[in-house]
């Protein structure tokens, strides 16, 4: 069941924030949403989800408009990494990864909990206070979180979609990358992945595909050799970006001060 955004505008306020947007993310296969701060990455990711609907184009999910799903047919498909996280209660790491894990009435519940602690590297952490975590260990809590709701890949109803809005923004280069393989395993079992992300090299790294967005609109598509050239993301970024590549890997990326030989 690919996802399909055909013609897709999109606005806040009755501000058009992009435009004429086309592109298919696949099931098996990481999407990454790039682009500047402002530039429509959360505005995408939430129209994606179903949260936001479309001001005109339309998104479907294995050939239907995602406008027709109720709000459960939606959370039976997906779930969604917010950028931010409020959480209002005094709850135990526990309590909050309860909240993802009764979305879906686990048998194991127990058993998944601790697998799931231990896949972000929070093993032995379920009784801590959440509000005394650092940034990083919420952030990965809150993975956690949303891992339980896509458990497993693939369900007789077809491939469950993980949307993820910054997932490694708070994360040290080993924890970005303990996440990053989750993702990789997920897509590989047969899941789809769409993240937003602003770490270029990540990105280079770990893309099936990679949505560049700038200006209100779709600038790029594709791999990210083919995406991410020194003419593209300078134009986006509003910055001399020069690319580089290894012998062996994709682009890769030295930000330079303007005006840098
Ligand atoms: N709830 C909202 N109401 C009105 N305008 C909004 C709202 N959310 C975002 N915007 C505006 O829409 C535009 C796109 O915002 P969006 O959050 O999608 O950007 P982004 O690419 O995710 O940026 P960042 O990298 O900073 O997270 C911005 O100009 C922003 O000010
Ligand atoms: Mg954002």
Redesign the pocket.
Known sequence: MTIEAHNLTLA??G?T?LAGLDFTAAPGQITVLI??????????LSALAGDLRPQSGRITLGGTDIAGLSAPALAARRAVLA?ETQVAFPFTVAEVLRLGIETRSHPSGAALMSRLLAEVDLHGMADRPYHALSGGERQRVQLARVLAQVHPAVTPQGPLWLMLD?PVSSLDIGHQLLVMDRARRFAAAGGGVIA?L?DLNLTAMVADQVLL?ADGALLAKGRPAGVMTDARMSQAYRWPIRMNRAPDSGPFLLPQMAGAA
Not at 35 to 44: E, H, I, R, V, W
Request: aromatic share 0%; hydrophobic share 20%.
């Open positions: 806040r306020d501000r924030i682009g500047p701060n402002g530039s429509g990455k959360t505005t995408l950028q910054e937003v602003h967005l």
